[in-house]
């Protein structure tokens, strides 16, 4: 199953760091947050990727291109026309489809651009390039098959950013800070979706994946939710970043579950 990450966002409101580079590569500790999440999905056993690429997709493409080069000791000879000889070569058997699909396509129009990258596979999965969890996506992927519907989406529910009160009249009775949210599920990305998906999308640039073709999913019946209850987090902001900097540098990372 191939699994397609949206990369192709401007990231306005991390512009501390996206006005140098996209989102995905922002990094969470030396790697890009986009290398953190394709580790989870290569830790289960997804392995083939397709780059739904936009703003600033050129370095996207230059950081997988030089890869083995950049995280490897190596020698050049200059006697040789440059020949180079990579020490410790990183061991990825990964497969990286980088796909331009528009600078200012929403969503919805990025997925439908790489239709013929996902081949004649019945299901695909789709991520964010800027979410982080410890989602098992092995199980996702079979209740996805076992359900038969169209789509599954993963319903999280996040830390609030506030402390939360219990209350009785004027009394406080409990106190918690940033625990997670107790009531409702939202949209935390790890879609899976069957081929048939792609006739409920557009080319068009303003089809965004979370408006019309989710809700009409959602009305025809077709849209099952695998629900999370574990560690899931954007990074939609500098704090969001810094936070996430913070577990990893702290070796309490709960998304590294291939450690």
Not at 19 to 35: A, D, Q, S, T
Not at 189 to 195: H, I, K, N, Q
């Amino acid at each position: 199953m191939k699994v397609a990450i949206l990369c192709g966002g401007k990231g306005t409101r991390l512009k501390e760091e996206t006005v140098f580079r996209p989102k995905p590569l922002v990094g969470i500790g030396e790697k890009p947050i986009l290398w953190h999440i394709m580790n989870l999905y290569s830790f289960y056993g997804f392995k083939d990727f397709i780059l739904c690429l936009g703003y600033q997709g050129e370095m996207i493409k230059q950081y997988f291109l030089n890869y083995e080069l950049m995280n490897s000791d190596f020698t050049v000879e200059f006697s040789k026309e440059h020949q180079i000889s990579l020490h410790k070569k990183p061991c990825l058997d990964w497969r990286v489809t980088l796909a331009d699909t528009g600078m200012e396509s929403m969503t919805g129009c990025r997925l439908k651009k790489i239709e013929n990258y996902i081949g004649d596979d019945p299901d695909f999965m789709v991520t964010y390039g800027d979410g982080l969890a410890n989602v098992n996506v092995q199980k996702l992927a079979a209740y996805h098959r076992n359900h038969g519907a169209i789509a599954t989406v993963t319903g999280v529910r996040p830390l609030s950013r506030f402390g939360e009160l219990d209350v009785v009249e004027d009394r406080v009775q409990e106190f918690r800070e940033k625990t997670q949210v107790k009531q409702g599920w939202i949209n935390g990305g790890f879609f899976v979706f069957r081929r048939e998906f792609f006739s409920y999308l557009t080319s068009e640039e303003t089809c965004v994946l979370e408006q019309e073709p989710l809700e009409r999913l959602a009305r025809d019946g077709q849209l099952r939710i695998f629900k999370h209850g574990g560690f899931w987090q954007c990074m939609d902001t500098y704090r969001d970043m810094e936070q996430l900097n913070q577990l990893w540098r702290g070796g309490k990372a709960p998304w590294e579950v291939w450690k």
